[in-house]
């Protein structure tokens, strides 16, 4: 166990719904990585937060966007979820990217 | 763009037998590595990292790795492996503190007792 909480842990939604996703992070821990794992593959970075301000972002459209609260537990929200969009979402704490603790994850299926 | 990628998807090997997962990425630059396992229905949990210093790392549970600058490779190798490192093993890469970490598309371990 890693301090690392993610809700919920499944979640089935259907093509063009939005999604919101959930993640406490470990105590101390100013920073919020989010990530996407499709079946089969490695997690795709798809953005981090910092002390509630994004500063990274991967190859993902607009429709995915982020928050990050005061108590440095962050949020992903999917607008106009698609069927590619079914994954594991991982979320991972830390104080810088050396040492990230992964959460359990959400997985997701869109229909 | 910056890649890595790991030699085998699903690698299937006999408690006490020899392990080596290959890992290669394309930044030319300095770069920080990781790997990270997923044992089944557990978190991602990371096994061993490389910052600088001596090429050879030593991880948990008996894991190790070397980096090789010059074939641009980060392999991680276990002398003797247990039915309990079955697991999903990931190869990252980090640029700088203040850039994204890529992973590669992990490759699958199956010990058989």
């Known amino acids: 166990e890693t301090g690392v909480t993610q809700s919920p842990t499944h979640l089935i939604k259907t093509r063009g719904q939005q999604v919101t996703l959930r993640c406490s992070s470990q105590s101390g821990h100013n920073t919020v990585s989010w990530y996407q794992q499709a079946l089969g593959q490695g997690p795709q970075f798809i953005f981090q937060y910092y002390r509630e301000e994004e500063n990274g972002r991967g190859n993902f459209p607009p429709r995915f966007s982020g928050l990050q609260f005061p108590n440095y537990s962050s949020e992903l929200n999917v607008n106009a979820l698609e069927l590619d969009d079914s994954a594991l979402y991982l979320c991972?704490?830390?104080?810088?990217?050396?040492?990230?603790?992964f959460g359990p994850g959400t997985r997701l299926t869109v229909t | 763009a910056q890649s890595v990628s790991q030699h085998n998807h699903h690698v299937i090997l006999s408690e006490a037998a020899s392990l080596e997962l290959g890992c290669n990425y394309s930044?030319?630059?300095?770069?920080?590595l990781f790997w990270y396992v997923q044992y089944p229905g557990q978190h991602l949990q990371l096994l061993l990292k490389y910052f600088s210093g001596d090429p050879l790392v030593k991880g948990i549970k008996g894991f190790e790795a070397e980096f090789i600058k010059s074939k641009f490779s980060f392999n991680l190798r276990k002398p003797s492996v247990q039915w309990s490192d079955t697991a999903e093993y990931f190869c990252?890469?980090?640029?700088?503190?203040?850039?994204?970490?890529?992973f590669g598309p992990g490759t699958s371990l199956s010990v058989i007792p």
């Open positions: 990252a890469v980090l640029k700088t503190s203040y850039d994204k970490v890529i």
């Open positions: 930044y030319g630059g300095t770069v920080n």
């Open positions: 991972a704490s830390s104080v810088d990217l050396y040492e990230q603790y």
